[in-house]
């Protein structure tokens, strides 16, 4: 009798990243049920290992708070607490690092009630600590950096400046080019995440390539393939991050990150606006 595989359960298979968690899943052979807004668990389901992957990026976190905390906190809670599950891996973001010197996981975050750009901050932490303060160690957090991948609409600043080259050959930042983040590929991401739910031995993981790219050498990479002219808004602020530690990935998976600027041609070669 072939031994049976436990079901992956996705919350928020819809999504960027969750669709390509369970495409690969899927392609690897494993059991997958796609949850989202339409198709939700049943109450007491049991939904195996569990893949936490909803919630709004910072920009739109911003723009209705209610919905940000009930994504990154008040939805995960009551999922929680209705099901059952052999694991859960829930995903936060590196973003939280942005007011801090250094990326270790264990370090104290820095966050300001009164300051709006850390409203996203604050609900994903309220996530993080329900999932860290879970008795099971097989409930883990994942820091992500800045995923890239072949994605449709603007929502990211590589996304807006692809659709902007390819719509009239301009490229207009509205920060700095020496402005700097870690940017990491979507099928990086999806290993990693794969292999940390399946034999991760912390509870809070950083993932990304661990180490930063201008805004500039980005804009640049998409000029050189679109034939764009690139244009600084006056006054651009320079907007940087810190470089994510990725010492305890590192130390635990055979971790080696795709090159950024070949993931980058990959995005222009197949963006198509929304």
């Not at 700097?180 to 995440?193: E, L, N, R, S």
Request: hydrophobic share 40%; net charge negative.
């Amino acid at each position: 009798m072939a031994e049976s595989r436990t079901q992956h359960s996705i919350i928020g298979a819809k999504g960027f990243i969750g669709s390509h968690l369970a495409d690969t899943l899927e392609a690897n052979g494993e059991p997958v049920v796609r949850y989202h807004r339409d198709v939700w668990p049943e109450p007491k389901k049991h939904l195996g290992h569990l893949y936490y992957c909803i919630g709004p990026t910072g920009a739109a976190a911003g723009s209705d708070p209610q919905a940000a905390h009930a994504a990154h906190a008040e939805i995960l809670e009551e999922l929680m607490h209705t099901s059952t599950f052999d694991s859960l891996t829930y995903l936060s973001s590196t973003r939280l690092y942005r007011k801090t010197e250094s990326t270790g996981e264990d370090i104290p975050i820095i966050c300001d009630p009164d300051d709006p750009g850390d409203l996203f901050n604050l609900t994903k932490l309220a996530g993080e600590t329900i999932c860290l303060s879970h008795k099971s160690p097989t409930v883990r957090v994942v820091r992500l950096s800045n995923v890239i991948g072949k994605v449709i609409g603007r929502d990211t600043f590589l996304t807006d400046i692809v659709c902007q080259a390819k719509a009239n050959k301009r490229i207009q930042m509205q920060a700095a080019a020496e402005s700097a983040k870690d940017y990491i590929d979507i099928k990086d991401v999806v290993a990693a995440v794969i292999a940390i739910a399946d034999r991760g031995t912390r509870r809070l993981y950083n993932v990304a390539t661990g180490e930063n790219l201008t805004q500039g050498t980005v804009a640049a990479i998409v000029a050189g393939e679109t034939g764009a002219v690139i244009e600084v808004a006056e006054n651009a602020p320079v907007v940087s991050f810190p470089k994510i530690d990725v010492s305890r990935l590192q130390s635990e998976f055979p971790f080696k990150p795709f090159s950024t600027r070949k993931a980058i041609i990959d995005v222009v070669q197949n963006y198509h606006s929304a």
